[in-house]
């Protein structure tokens, strides 16, 4: 296996690298140079989200004097720029360093004048990272809304959709406040299909939807009556009307459907390279499924790289450890033991080398991983019903350990196998 493992996690960093978010923001700045200001007028930088280390030092070089820098990201990516402040936040669930990356960000726009430019570079992980709760509601209303969201299955647009009726910055928050200053963001993408709205909750781009549609969704999901009561009074209000600021100028330069190109390339040379989806999504169980029933279909006379994308959700019911790579990793291991033949590899991973509240970026899974689990001692079973997949992996040597990696584009899975 230990061939597999090596290609697995080649693969694995293609995808990572062509989400390099740095090359990605140099490639368009060269291509399409920002217009010129008029006379007086600035360039202040804003950087949010995992990848913000790297795209502030590509801009850093890029724009032309830029007069103030603002970079907010993760503690694993932080990294000091001379010429810029960085701030950390906390994902995913904010705290009060990411309320005040969230005012640091929203006094920094309000800082602009007409003449100005603001220039965002959003990555994934913003929502959490840079937070700033609206009007009526507190950073712990937010952070128990978050909390509940993380647990309750909803899919990340659905969630977004959410986040931003409760924020200051999202859904085009941060174009109020910086108005009537001009605003150009570049974009990379954590989100699959690609809508600017949900990534990083959008803070250059209009709202997903509605507060009656925040509302009902919390209502379907059944943790409406667990929110806070200052949450259900604000979302249960008309929304006020305010005048639309002007639109930014938002381009995307990186995303997973980027990425899975990369991986179908560097897996062509000796293997055959079959797409099996860009969209793995939904619940963890069912995708894994998917998965394995894929990898039945595939040709057994050739050496087959199945390669997936997407950003899968798991509905917690135990109190474990893990990530929905991980559990995803987990339970292909189960399924793959009952139903698959052969010399096989499966590995899922987020490419921001972070997987749920965990050191891990993902999970392994081979023919011999739920065995190898309960031959040290631990009950496979109970753990994946505990949602401790961390523990189960770990207790495998099954962990994809990567440390941070400076980007983000949701995550990618392979699966690896030999004919015969």
């Known amino acids: ?51 913000a280390i790297p795209m502030m ?3 850093l070089e890029l724009v032309p004097a830029p007069s103030q820098a603002l970079v907010i990201t993760n503690s694993e990516n932080y990294t000091e720029i001379p010429s810029a402040t960085v701030i950390c936040g906390a994902h995913p669930v904010p705290d009060e360093n ?45 952070a128990a809304v978050n909390k509940l969201l993380l647990a309750s299955g909803l899919e990340i647009n659905e969630m977004n959709l959410i986040r931003q009726q409760l924020s200051d910055t999202k859904g085009g928050g941060l174009l109020r406040h910086a108005a009537p200053a001009q605003v150009q963001a570049f974009i990379l ?15 250059t ?49 990186g995303s997973n459907r980027h990425s899975l190109k990369a991986m179908m390339s560097a897996a062509a040379e000796e293997w055959c390279p079959i797409l099996a989806s860009h969209r793995l999504v939904g619940d963890v169980a069912e995708a894994a499924m998917s998965v394995i ?39 292909v291991a189960k399924l793959g033991a009952e139903r698959l033949s052969g ?10 080398g972070r997987d749920g509240p965990t050191d891990a970026a993902g999970g392994i899974a081979t023919p011999s991983t739920w065995n190898t689990i309960e031959s040290a001692g631990q009950d496979p079973e109970a753990l ?13 040597d099954a962990l994809l350990m990567t440390g941070g990696t400076g980007t983000n584009v949701a995550d990618v899975q392979v699966f690896l196998r030999l004919p015969g």
Do not use: C
């Open 343 to 352: 010399d096989w590899l499966f590995l899922s991973g987020g490419t921001d």
């Open 205 to 253: 781009v209009a709202p997903i939807g509605t507060r009656a549609q925040a509302r009902e969704i919390l209502q379907r999901a059944g943790i409406w009556d667990s929110t806070p009561e200052t949450v259900r009074a604000r979302l249960s209000a008309v929304d006020e009307t305010h005048e639309a600021p002007p639109p930014a100028i938002n381009t995307l330069i």
């Open 384 to 396: 994946l019903a505990n949602n401790d997949s961390y523990a189960a992996l770990k207790a495998a």
């Open 57 to 59: 030092r590509e801009a």
């Open 1 to 51: 296996m230990t061939g597999l493992l090596t290609t697995a996690k080649a693969l694995f960093q293609a995808a990572v690298d062509r989400a390099d978010p740095a090359q990605a923001l140099r490639t368009h700045l060269t291509s399409s140079p920002l217009a010129p200001l008029p006379e007086g007028g600035r360039n202040v930088l804003l950087a949010v989200g995992k990848a």
């Open 98 to 142: 990411s309320a005040a990356a969230g005012q640091a960000a929203i006094e920094l726009a309000r800082s602009l004048g007409p003449d100005d430019r603001l220039i965002a570079l959003i990555s994934g992980g913003g929502s959490a990272l840079m937070v700033a709760p609206a009007p009526g509601l507190t950073l712990a209303d937010k």
């Open 293 to 331: 029933r894929a990898a039945e279909a595939a040709p057994k006379d050739k050496p087959v790289a199945l390669i997936f994308g997407g950003e899968t959700t798991v509905l917690l019911r135990g109190t474990g450890l893990g990530g929905r790579n991980q559990e995803l990793a987990l339970r």
């Open 189 to 203: 993408s954590d989100v699959i299909g690609d809508d600017l709205r949900a990534i990083a909750s959008g803070p």
